[in-house]
């Protein structure tokens, strides 16, 4: 009952945004576009603990930077401005709130002209960049630099990139493509008992499936300056940038060989923002046929690496020679949010008692800090649910127009085939979806919800797929309002 009347509330509350929305239509109309953007090194100066498995890693070395990359958007009628949009892709497992927030103050008190709500983060998901927030790992004191302290050399070099990227705005045009490249695998095993399991091996005399579908559209947007030379482009790819996801070293993983492979061809000061699409159940790791894949791959003279970002820029090419036919210089720059809230997934007594054991278990080594707080959130969440204090998640949601295209945003490792419903229901000619603009958890399918496993369970799941649903209705509505003339 409470869940229905959450949704009731829900459909009042986006009611109102979309005529909100509506009501904005002196600014639904083509402006001219200025352009800045600017690239800044987040790579930490010291040893530090890496983001994104259960267990403490240092990075004492860097296999290759990782980077935060600004790209500035502001439409004018004269002197008028009609709107604008700053968005920062970073090399980074998550965006905590804590991280956003800084980010915005400072920008709030040191750069005029700039709304500093719509600023927005996200991270491409790979596992080998720093830690930022504190308390999930047990980490060195000595020697490591603190999860605290990176964030705040992080918050400081945004700043100062988006400080930068907002300077150097001029005159420019835009362009939009589409490709295809095969990057992810959808990576949950399905059995023959209905159960599933997170890139569980597929040649178990029960293995029945792949649990869900894969988005192989690879979305780019081109941005030129006024004389028409190349200064940067987004590339937005279903899937997280964690091939090397286990390593123990500073890694920026298959994007930055896509960064250095389209400089070297289109110019070294090229802008290359990597924004990671519903992918909550994908990645690049090979699920089956590995055996003739690697074949084919050592016989290129490829590595993993190197084999999925030349995939990447092979299709980025075949939207670039589409997209540069039609540059855009006076175009629709809309931005509108809010923040939503969504229902969150429900405990039920037997996996709040399970969690409470694992976390007994797992307390009695220190080693098992992350774990013991993955558990011990379900049973605190089940202790707020049977006291009825639990409250819907909030969300910051983004929705932009620039020109025939759609940008929307969400905090979470949402389903992918959220995303493709978001995507097929969208006015938009094509939508660009960018997850982990914030810290959520993993958002799943009812289907993957009954198949359990790692990334659909009550640990992986702060909202689950209800939840799931609300969010897709959230975006659609938002993302249609901005195409009123439909």
């Given at each position: 009952?409470?869940?229905?009347?959450?949704?009731?509330?829900?459909?009042?509350?986006?009611?109102?945004?979309?005529?909100?929305?509506?009501?904005?239509?002196?600014?639904?109309?083509?402006?001219?576009?200025?352009?800045?953007?600017?690239?800044?090194?987040?790579?930490?100066?010291?040893?530090?603990?890496?983001?994104?498995?259960?267990?403490?890693?240092?990075?004492?070395?860097?296999?290759?930077?990782?980077?935060?990359?600004?790209?500035?958007?502001?439409?004018?009628?004269?002197?008028?401005?009609?709107?604008?949009?700053?968005?920062?892709?970073?090399?980074?497992?998550?965006?905590?709130?804590?991280?956003?927030?800084?980010?915005?103050?400072?920008?709030?008190?040191?750069?005029?002209?700039?709304?500093?709500?719509?600023?927005?983060?996200?991270?491409?998901?790979?596992?080998?960049?720093?830690?930022?927030?504190?308390?999930?790992?047990?980490?060195?004191?000595?020697?490591?630099?603190?999860?605290?302290?990176?964030?705040?050399?992080?918050?400081?070099?945004?700043?100062?990139?988006?400080?930068?990227?907002?300077?150097?705005?001029?005159?420019?045009?835009?362009?939009?493509?589409?490709?295809?490249?095969?990057?992810?695998?959808?990576?949950?095993?399905?059995?023959?008992?209905?159960?599933?399991?997170?890139?569980?091996?597929?040649?178990?005399?029960?293995?029945?499936?792949?649990?869900?579908?894969?988005?192989?559209?690879?979305?780019?947007?081109?941005?030129?300056?006024?004389?028409?030379?190349?200064?940067?482009?987004?590339?937005?790819?279903?899937?997280?940038?964690?091939e090397v996801e286990s390593g123990s070293a500073i890694n920026?993983?298959?994007?930055?060989?896509?960064?250095?492979?389209?400089?070297?061809?289109?110019?070294?000061?090229?802008?290359?923002?990597?924004?990671?699409?519903?992918?909550?159940?994908?990645?690049?790791?090979?699920?089956?046929?590995?055996?003739?894949?690697?074949?084919?791959?050592?016989?290129?003279?490829?590595?993993?690496?190197?084999?999925?970002?030349?995939?990447?820029?092979?299709?980025?090419?075949e939207a670039y020679e589409g997209?540069?036919?039609?540059?855009?210089?006076?175009?629709?720059?809309?931005?509108?949010?809010?923040?939503?809230?969504?229902?969150?997934?429900?405990?039920?007594?037997?996996?709040?008692?399970?969690?409470?054991?694992?976390?007994?278990?797992?307390?009695?080594?220190?080693?098992?800090?992350?774990?013991?707080?993955?558990?011990?959130?379900?049973?605190?969440?089940?202790?707020?649910?049977?006291?009825?204090?639990?409250?819907?998640?909030?969300?910051?949601?983004?929705?932009?127009?620039?020109?025939?295209?759609?940008?929307?945003?969400?905090?979470?490792?949402?389903?992918?085939?959220?995303?493709?419903?978001?995507?097929?229901?969208?006015?938009?000619?094509?939508?660009?979806?960018?997850?982990?603009?914030?810290?959520?958890?993993?958002?799943?399918?009812?289907?993957?919800?009954?198949?359990?496993?790692?990334?659909?369970?009550?640990?992986?799941?702060?909202?689950?797929?209800?939840?799931?649903?609300?969010?897709?209705?959230?975006?659609?509505?938002?993302?249609?309002?901005?195409?009123?003339?439909?």
């Amino acid at each position: 009952m409470r869940g229905s009347r959450t949704l009731d509330i829900l459909a009042v509350i986006l009611s109102t945004a979309v005529l909100w929305a509506f009501d904005s239509a002196d600014k639904v109309r083509a402006s001219e576009l200025h352009v800045g953007g600017a690239m800044v090194s987040i790579t930490p100066e010291r040893p530090v603990a890496l983001a994104g498995q259960m267990h403490t890693r240092i990075a004492r070395n860097v296999e290759s930077p990782v980077t935060a990359t600004v790209l500035a958007l502001e439409a004018k009628d004269g002197e008028k401005v009609v709107d604008q949009a700053v968005l920062v892709s970073c090399d980074l497992v998550a965006i905590e709130d804590s991280v956003r927030d800084r980010v915005r103050q400072q920008i709030a008190a040191s750069i005029q002209g700039l709304d500093p709500r719509k600023v927005v983060l996200s991270a491409t998901h790979t596992h080998t960049a720093p830690v930022t927030k504190e308390g999930d790992y047990d980490i060195p004191k000595e020697d490591v630099e603190q999860p605290a302290e990176y964030a705040e050399f992080l918050a400081g070099r945004i700043t100062e990139a988006v400080a930068k990227a907002w300077e150097a705005r001029k005159p420019g045009r835009v362009g939009w493509g589409l490709g295809h490249a095969v990057v992810a695998q959808n990576r949950r095993s399905v059995y023959a008992d209905g159960r599933a399991q997170m890139y569980g091996p597929t040649d178990r005399p029960d293995f029945r499936g792949i649990e869900g579908s894969e988005d192989q559209g690879v979305e780019v947007l081109f941005f030129w300056d006024a004389a028409g030379t190349l200064i940067a482009t987004a590339i937005n790819v279903a899937c997280p940038s964690q091939e090397v996801e286990s390593g123990s070293a500073i890694n920026a993983d298959f994007w930055h060989d896509v960064r250095e492979m389209l400089r070297e061809r289109h110019g070294k000061d090229l802008l290359v923002l990597a924004w990671t699409g519903a992918a909550g159940d994908q990645s690049p790791h090979l699920m089956y046929r590995k055996r003739a894949e690697e074949r084919m791959r050592t016989l290129r003279g490829l590595t993993r690496l190197q084999e999925l970002s030349k995939r990447i820029v092979t299709a980025w090419e075949e939207a670039y020679e589409g997209g540069k036919k039609e540059p855009h210089t006076d175009v629709i720059l809309t931005h509108k949010f809010a923040t939503i809230e969504l229902p969150v997934r429900t405990i039920t007594k037997a996996e709040a008692a399970e969690a409470k054991s694992k976390v007994d278990t797992y307390s009695k080594d220190p080693r098992n800090r992350r774990l013991v707080l993955w558990h011990g959130d379900v049973v605190k969440r089940f202790e707020r649910q049977q006291a009825g204090t639990s409250e819907p998640f909030a969300m910051e949601l983004h929705a932009i127009r620039l020109g025939d295209v759609a940008i929307a945003t969400n905090v979470f490792e949402l389903f992918t085939e959220f995303g493709i419903e978001i995507k097929a229901r969208s006015r938009a000619l094509q939508t660009f979806i960018i997850q982990l603009a914030g810290s959520g958890s993993y958002v799943p399918t009812a289907r993957a919800a009954r198949g359990g496993g790692y990334s659909a369970i009550a640990e992986s799941n702060v909202v689950g797929p209800e939840g799931g649903q609300v969010l897709a209705d959230w975006t659609v509505e938002l993302i249609n309002s901005l195409w009123p003339e439909k």
